[in-house]
């Protein structure tokens, strides 16, 4: 049975998170009935991170064994045919080798997370991020931040219902940056890993909102850390900012396959 893998973007908001679950609309179900219109029986689909309800992505990977052979390009098309009017879609695919788990190959993942400062309400990005109507600090985020950096143990960090074997976890890059953003001042967090426990990031940002208001001094991230204790974390962040931007590979899985072309790749060289 020919494998394929998938880079796949979607808005959190209708799903109960990527994993399939009774009676709740999951992105796993979504995708899985969307194959089960090109085939007699409904595939399982492997992926690389299982997001919570209201997470989003635009860099998840998922791969699965189909009873027959594709081309990548017709395959995507004929998934977001199905796809649709849910908000989920196929951006790459490729047929790659059987071996290849889009959760057992993959190296890292990354998220993003976005925070709004402004005291009116956003409006066109409602839903996509947190807003904080406050003032925050950045430069006292991001000195907070680097306390998390390397191998540690992330309790405090993790979910009480997490249900990975370890707390240990390597954060290989965290980033506090401020970027621009049309009314009023945005945040955005970059955070990197082999792999992440349950809530680990919404956490991490939860307890850096608090350095940046000043409630929390940044040595107070290294305490948390050190305690080990869940309840030593800050606030949990709301799943709205948060976003699954790629899985890392040794090689890329799409590189012989359909990617869908972002504007400059579109554009023709200049003469």
Not at 33 to 48: C, F, S
Not at 65 to 78: G, T, V
Not at 227 to 243: K, M, N, S, T, W
Request: net charge neutral.
């Amino acid at each position: 049975m020919p494998c394929y893998a998938f880079r796949i973007e979607y808005d959190g908001r209708p799903f109960a998170g990527w994993q399939r679950q009774a009676n709740v609309p999951s992105v796993q179900q979504t995708l899985e009935e969307a194959l089960a219109k090109l085939q007699k029986t409904e595939p399982r689909v492997t992926t690389a991170g299982r997001t919570d309800a209201g997470v989003h992505a635009t860099g998840q990977v998922a791969s699965v064994d189909l009873e027959q052979s594709w081309d990548p390009f017709r395959l995507a098309e004929a998934l977001n045919w199905h796809l649709r009017p849910n908000p989920v879609a196929i951006t790459a695919c490729a047929n790659v080798p059987d071996e290849f788990s889009a959760r057992f190959s993959a190296l890292s993942r990354s998220y993003s997370y976005r925070l709004i400062c402004r005291r009116a309400p956003v409006v066109h990005d409602a839903g996509f991020v947190w807003q904080v109507r406050g003032k925050l600090d950045v430069a006292a985020m991001a000195a907070g931040a680097r306390h998390l950096i390397g191998k540690h143990d992330f309790t405090t960090f993790r979910a009480v219902h997490c249900q990975a074997q370890s707390p240990v976890k390597t954060l290989d890059v965290i980033e506090v940056k401020d970027v621009p953003f049309h009314a009023g001042r945005e945040v955005r967090f970059h955070l990197q890993a082999r792999s992440f426990l349950h809530n680990q990031v919404r956490s991490i940002v939860g307890s850096l909102e608090r350095v940046g208001a000043g409630s929390w001094a940044p040595e107070d991230v290294k305490t948390a850390l050190a305690a080990a204790d869940r309840a030593a974390c800050g606030p949990v962040a709301p799943p709205d900012g948060l976003c699954m931007t790629g899985v890392g590979y040794a090689e890329d899985p799409f590189r012989n396959g359909w990617v869908e072309a972002s504007p400059s790749q579109a554009m023709p060289s200049p003469a």
